[in-house]
């Protein structure tokens, strides 16, 4: 009898943390984990090499009549420090008050764990069950993906003969309200580097002559924005999908406390664009932001100078259909347009993601050629959830970003059917990071329901 | 015989950054070493404790009928980091292409061992010169003097009985022009953090309902200073005193290249207030410069983070006479009322400075009462400097800022005649600082020079 929680704790006790060089034999262990539990469900697995962790590639075999489903997971985890604030340590899993405790158990261990336990119990019920199954499993989720776009590119003739991608990198409200991710934001991600004067100069010396970076870099920053929050720069928003009423109605039915909100963030004043209440404005709308900045003396005390350089990192989040290299274009466009004389600007590109959407069927714009696996994929969830978690799931956008699930979609033209299962106090990249058990058990009868239905429903 | 510059570069190779704790050693080292100096040329010199570095008062025994000079220096340097720009290493005095490169060497090191120097050679052609002369050197400079005024108001009753002060820790513009620094800007100083959320936050999950403090603080950065390089203060520029015509035609006598300048700084546009070159904003006009910027992420790469705080740290330079406190409250008082909803705002108080102004004898708006053995000193001054360097001195209101000079006029009631002696290329509070050996030799004789002939009119 396969015990998924067993299986699980055996896989935390593995500490796959990617970026960490000195992690590597957690890194295999895990893959081996994975690749193991894999093989002797039946699956033929290809450990496939990249420049740094390998990607798991697990086939079932089937008719190429049957319906295909590419389940995505990953086994690499985020580094566990400060580790002084593990109770117990994260790579010894505990299960106490119906939570498994480790670092992975809900990022991303937990729920791949729920996906391969619905297939083994699927496979041992009904052993030749219609459905092609692949797993694929990477090892480098958390240090954004590097090697997965050019597997994509290298697999694409046989990973875009799928019919769909299902996997649980996401999260929900509560245990009472599953939500399927119906989006997610892209990224455009640079730095700007302002120069003054070629040396720091002595603020005395020559303070009132010249233009400060960080004054010019304030400037910059300053026009970024408008008073009510939007981005202010040209183009920004044209492409920027509209949302739909169903999209509001259904964030209605999720009902937000503002207040409790604002309590949780510290801050007395939200700041997002007229008519966009918060819980709209962070699924819906692209943001620009500063993630960092600095120039000049940072210590203690004073230091009167007046600094050669200054810098700021800045990140936008975009929606659907918004582009991260245009987007990227039009803000450096107009960075460069409002540099003040007597400055010089460097931008540094940094990373980008596309943004994703995907629309359930029989919503008002849902697309017309919808694969019909997809859609009754869709169905087939909205039914397990009904039935298993009592009440119908959310089909919401998120803020957050899974940049693959949009390379899936451009390389292999797949949507995905992102099932949440972390809840908030799951505590994801924070130490103490554990995943609900009774989340788990109904899960893993979720998933098994929904892959049982896509088989039984065949490729129409 | 007394080498000043072996001397000197036995001074530079105390590391003595006085802003540095872990610099006691130099520290000590230098202030040892100015002591044995000056006991050696036969001064009675007491170490005066202060809470941090102690303050060497140096008095030569003189009849009261004599002049009395207080010749002030300091002897701690500033921070020399970044130390991967320095070739040689800042305490590693060296000399090449006539000039003697190390940390202090013209800040103030060197100036202040051209008078020590001259000194020696006076006391050693006549040992009976009628002049009393006590020097005051100070290791607190660099942080701003905390302990200085504290010192002035303990031995006031003794110091003030002096006639003037005599010192060099300014500049000239090259070798051919001598400047005697007639004003000085004040200074005052204070850090600004702002905070928006309690806490670092995910800028997917977050990002798009909250002020971000980075921009904020940009916001009001921004908002300080005007297109034409004004500070954008209410009330800022009230005090600010006029500039006499003479002090014009003595600029204009400097003749300063603007293209050069503006080369030397490496920038391709000035940024002055409408009506005033930069070779006038920068002695005539106060200032506000952002001497420091931090927040949120710096490293190498990106973390998509929305920063709690940011902090700007802000000096402001300050002219004749405008006081530095009222000053901080209108910038204080216009911050708080420009800062946007959502965020909170700290300001961590630094230290500041008054300005100071002298006109010497002669010109439009000399004091009626001005010391007869003030006056004679400038007028040795002149004369020497026109005997030694071929032509006369210009008397300059500086940009830079010596807040002890106006604490001196304050609590001693005494001037200062100020000779400038760096050249703008000695990089002060830069790498690669160096003092120029032709400028050490020849202050000496003019240094020499004036104090002779200032013993020699006696007190009339």
Known sequence: MFDPVEKLKEFIR??????????????????????????????AVEVVKTDLHPI?????????????????GHYDVQPADPLNLWAPAPFDPTIRDGRIYGRGAADNKGPLMVHISAVARLLEENPRLP???????????????????PFLEKYQDELRRADFVFLSDTGIPNEDQMVITAGLRGLALFDLEVTGAKGDLHSGLHGGVLRNPIQALAEICASLHTADGRVNVPGFYDDVLDVHPWEREELKKLGGDEKAYAAFLGIDAFYTPTGFPPFEAVRFLPTLEFNGIGGGYQGEGTKTVIPSKAF?????????????DKIKKLVMDAICARAPQGVKLEFIDQHKGDPYVVVPPGR???????????????????????AIWGRPPLYLREGGSIPIIADIKRVLGLDSVLLGLFLPEDNLHAPNESFKLSVMEKGIATSQRILAAVAAAGKR
Chains 1, 2 share one sequence.
């Open 14 to 43: 593995q500490p796959s943390i990617s970026a960490d060089p000195k992690a590597k034999a957690g890194m295999k262990g895990a893959q081996e984990f994975v690749a193991g539990l894999l093989d002797s469900l039946g699956f």
């Open 56 to 72: 798991i590639l697990a086939r079932r075999a089937g008719d190429s009549s049957w319906p295909h489903v590419i389940i995505y």
């Open 131 to 149: 459905l092609k199954i692949t797993f694929l499993i990477e090892g480098e989720e958390e240090m954004g993906s590097p090697s997965f776009g």
């Open 312 to 324: 700021v990192k800045i990140s936008c989040r975009l929606v659907p259909n918004q582009q991260p």
């Open 364 to 386: 008002s714009n849902t697309p017309k050629n919808q694969s019909a696996v997809l859609a009754q994929a869709f169905r087939a969830t909205d039914a397990a959830v009904t």
